[in-house]
């Protein structure tokens, strides 16, 4: 359990806090750290079973009607029937003292406070695991209001069966519709379903907009990858929320005798011929499981995805290119590694049950054994999530690839977690191996082979240090202070890029921009406090999509290099992917590879509807089409 244990707070100073006046006492109770609500942990259609009915302690911040928060604006606009609902004020004195409004699907005002509740948390994650605050790509740049800021959230945006987020409106918009006729599952048919109720659909979206907000251009549609690492990434982050509901993690546990990664579970009697009533019935696994109610009122008669959706197959990513459907197979490999971590941390347990003569049969798990397994399986899985978090620092800054993240995930973690004693990594590349996800350039499928280099290894000259940065870590609040310290780490990174292109694998006869800072501010699991920061710094260049047709046109081929720079400057990881030289173009694999998806794109009814339309920039990602049906 120590491995990735959280640094405890130092106790405070009896002396100290009884110096205090009443006058300061009182100041410190105006403000507590949680503010509770209540939200479905799954959706409505679970009822009140499984702690479906449980309460999210969000961090305190002062709100006004909507809610509206420091990153959050919940607008109740209902674009089918052209009115606002009214907001909620979850400072209200009755609300406070409810812990927040009891769950309804027919009272707007929970809607708000759902969608608001869900996403604080997602953020809150993203925040622990990345270690600094978050700030939406559409405000990363230039001088805005507060407003402007806020990433928008419209609880009744639209009648489709459909939610999405979109960077242009600063929002995410979730939809209603009716169910289907037939095979609703535990809907009504006909019945009035609202995407905003499903805590997985809430975190999915939020999820879309966290990622943007680390990277300019992970929104690009530069091959089969890039939406589905989106896609991939957001159910992820859904499902390892899973394992935070602790009453129906200690559930499943009892039902399934432990073995949580399985998708069925059996009836709670068996029955001796045909089953007549619920308890003889066998169920599905509600933890692995992704938008039960959205999918069964599609007639999908199934949830809308699952964690182990694809199982082992070496080919599949070779024939998968539909963005769920290749999104599944990262999303496999991850919890193929999550699994296999819990069972072997939990595996001592278990042989200590059966040698005292403890059944650890389905429906029969000591109450003791189900607390401790649901401990290891909780603990394991913010492991994980804390892992993928990060990894994102260490991606390369254009064109994802899942071979690309398998790096970023290994050289994270080695990065703050040196020992190993479970062996995460290990389990984590035999599942993406298992699945055919190769990375590039590489040696061997071992950690060595799999981790970045540093710049000394990679170039015979190193790097200098990149001296100058302003740190951004006192300021705050104060927006104009964070602005003069982007405009001087971008002077100061792009002098840096200039003077050391090759060797950051840049051109030095293209433009470079500095594009992202972050500080980051991370403890490792032996307490000790790591300052870096993660920037990247980019380059593009005009290419023919058909160097043997002028007639076809270009597109804009972009190449770039993400640093992770140590406090004193020092250059830790320039993980690259380079925009070449023209000359080089017939052997440049990355930029033939994305000639071959523009063509596709344009044939293939199956890949067009996944990018906005554009002319010469590589085209947005159109999570409004991704998402249709999905």
């Known amino acids: 359990m120590a491995r990735r244990s959280q640094v405890s707070q130092s106790p405070s100073q009896t002396g100290a806090a009884r110096s205090r006046t009443p006058k300061t006492m009182s100041a410190l109770r105006q403000r507590p750290p949680f503010r509770p609500l209540k939200v479905y942990a799954f959706d409505p259609t679970r009822g009140r079973t499984l702690g479906n009915y449980m309460t999210i302690n969000t961090r305190y911040e002062p709100l006004t009607y909507g809610p509206i928060g420091q990153y959050l604006a919940v607008i109740d606009y209902d674009a089918g029937n052209k009115c606002y609902y009214k907001p909620v004020d979850l400072d209200d004195p009755a609300v406070l003292m409810g812990g927040g409004l009891d769950p309804s699907e027919s009272d707007p005002q929970f809607h708000q406070q759902m969608v608001y509740a869900v996403a604080s948390e997602t953020i809150r994650l993203f925040e622990y695991a990345l270690g600094r605050p978050i700030r939406w790509s559409f405000s990363r740049w230039g001088k805005r209001s507060a407003e402007a800021e806020r990433l928008r959230i419209l609880p009744h945006g639209m009648q489709d069966a459909n939610a999405y987020y979109s960077r242009e409106l600063r929002s995410l918009v979730f939809g209603y519709f009716p169910a289907t006729a037939t095979d609703v599952g535990a809907n009504l048919p006909g019945q009035t379903v609202f995407t905003c109720l499903s805590h997985d659909i809430i975190a999915h979206e939020t999820t879309h907009a966290l990622v943007d907000s680390q990277r300019d251009f992970f929104m690009e549609s530069t091959g089969p990858d890039a939406s589905a690492f989106h896609e991939a990434f957001a159910d992820i982050v859904a499902l390892f929320q899973h394992f935070s509901y602790e009453e129906a993690l200690r559930a499943m546990i009892q039902r399934t005798g432990g073995r949580i990664h399985h998708p069925d579970v059996a009836p709670e009697i068996q029955p001796a011929g045909t089953p ?40 599949a990513i070779n024939t998968l290119s539909e963005p769920h459907a290749r999104g599944s197979i990262l999303v496999a490999a991850v919890f193929d590694a999550f699994f296999t971590i819990y069972v072997r941390r939990t595996s001592d347990l278990m042989r200590i049950a059966r040698s005292g003569g403890a059944s650890v049969e389905a429906d029969n798990v000591h109450p003791d054994l189900a607390a401790r397994l649901a401990e290891a399986a909780a603990t394991t899985a913010q492991h994980f999530l804390n892992i993928c978090i990060r990894a994102l620092d260490y991606c390369p800054p254009v064109d994802i690839l899942f071979g690309d993240f398998l790096r970023a995930v290994v050289t994270a973690d080695s990065d703050l977690v040196r020992d190993d004693p479970h062996g995460y990594r290990p389990a984590l590349i035999d599942a993406f191996r298992s699945r055919g996800i190769v990375p590039e350039n590489v040696t061997s499928f071992s950690e060595e082979g799999l981790r970045w280099c540093p710049p000394e290894i990679t170039h015979a000259r190193g790097l200098p240090r990149c001296t100058g940065l302003a740190s951004d870590i006192f300021k705050g609040e104060d927006s104009e202070g964070h602005q003069r310290a982007q405009h001087q780490n971008a002077v100061v990174l792009y002098e840096f890029a200039k003077k050391n292109a090759t ?9 470079i921009q500095a594009r992202t800072f972050h500080e980051v501010h991370r403890v490792s699991p032996d307490g000790t406090l790591g300052f870096d920061v993660v920037a990247e710094l980019t380059q593009h260049r005009e290419v023919p999509r058909d160097p043997a047709d002028a007639a076809a046109g270009s597109f804009v081929f972009r190449g770039g290099t993400t640093l992770v720079i140590t406090r004193d400057g020092d250059v830790k990881y320039a993980i690259q992917k380079s925009v070449g030289r023209e000359r080089d173009d017939k052997t440049n694999q990355r930029l033939e590879r994305q000639r071959e998806y523009q063509a596709e794109r344009e044939d293939n009814l199956t890949v067009a509807p996944y990018a906005a339309s554009g002319v010469r920039a590589p085209q947005t990602l159109d999570f409004r089409q991704i998402h249709r049906g999905f």
Do not use: C, H, W, Y
């Not at 066998?282 to 199934?302: C, Y």
């Not at 060797?503 to 433009?511: E, H, N, Q, R, T």
């Open 276 to 315: 007549f009533i619920q308890p003889e019935l066998s169920t599905t696994n509600p933890m692995v499981e992704l938008a039960k109610q959205f999918g069964e009122a599609m007639g999908m008669r199934k949830a809308l995805r699952g964690a182990l959706g694809t199982p082992p197959n070496a080919a």
């Open 503 to 511: 060797a950051l694998g840049l051109s030095d006869s293209l433009p």
